[in-house]
T-cell receptor, first 115, second 110 residues
Framework: GAGVSQSPRYKVAKRGQDVALRCDPI?????LFWYQQALGQGPEFLTY????????KSGLPSDRFFAERPEGSVSTLKIQRTQQEDSAVYLC?????????????FGPGTRLLVL | DAKTTQPNSMESNEEEPVHLPCNHS???????IHWYRQLPSQGPEYVIH???SNVNNRMASLAIAEDRKSSTLILHRATLRDAAVYYC???????????FGAGTTVTVRA
């Protein structure tokens, strides 16, 4: 079946531009996560949705980062006024329910390069 | 969060077993040991998890020390497709997020 998809796969932005990254989770999955992965490091948690509710946004690095999931399926991560330090791979993951400790299914990521 | 320690890298020959160690000396009684791996240019994927007993699935085996302060992920016959970064992660019953470390980069030689 279809896995988690993300678009675009690659994005080049000039410093100061706004970007929007899309995540299509596995159909029917309740939980959705965003992670940020800097070069050579493991992914770091950004935010967590349960259906349309954003239950945890403690990992968002600044108020320039905003995530939404208005209908409980597709999610968008928006970064305003991008900075060079925002360059990273942004990973989306989903899991079927709300059971803590469930397996997370990851998309291929969006590689963002800010010039 | 409890921490894990893994070697930075390991090399293996194709068709040979690979034993990936993970130390977690501060593990609590409710922490599960999870392993994920990340192939080049892909997102992480689940490999296996366990609490106390050794576990086997189609991908790998997980051997957990009796005192649970360490564990070993075993790939029984490495293939070129197993070249990836392997992450050992502790999750307790309250964890919905994954806390990744730097992982172990596994290289498989043909």
């Amino acid at each position: 079946g279809a896995g988690v998809s993300q678009s675009p796969r690659y994005k080049v932005a000039k410093r100061g531009q706004d970007v929007a990254l899309r995540c299509d989770p596995i159909s029917g999955h309740v939980s959705l996560f965003w992670y940020q992965q800097a070069l050579g490091q493991g992914p770091e948690f950004l935010t967590y949705f349960q259906n349309e509710a954003q239950l945890d946004k403690s990992g968002l690095p600044s108020d320039r980062f905003f995530a939404e999931r208005p209908e409980g399926s597709v999610s968008t991560l928006k970064i305003q006024r991008t900075q060079q330090e925002d360059s990273a791979v942004y990973l989306c993951a989903s899991s079927p329910g709300t059971n803590l400790g469930e397996t997370q299914y990851f998309g291929p990521g969006t590689r963002l390069l800010v010039l | 969060d409890a921490k894990t320690t893994q070697p930075n890298s390991m090399e293996s020959n194709e068709e040979e077993p690979v034993h990936l160690p993970c130390n977690h000396s501060t593990i609590s009684g409710t922490d599960y040991i999870h392993w994920y791996r990340q192939l080049p240019s892909q997102g992480p994927e689940y490999v296996i998890h366990g609490l106390t007993s050794n576990v086997n699935n189609r991908m790998a085996s997980l051997a957990i020390a009796e005192d649970r302060k360490s564990s070993t992920l075993i790939l029984h016959r490495a293939t070129l497709r197993d070249a990836a970064v392997y992450y050992c992660i502790l999750r307790d019953g309250g964890d919905y997020k994954l806390s990744f470390g730097a992982g172990t980069t596994v290289t498989v030689r043909a």
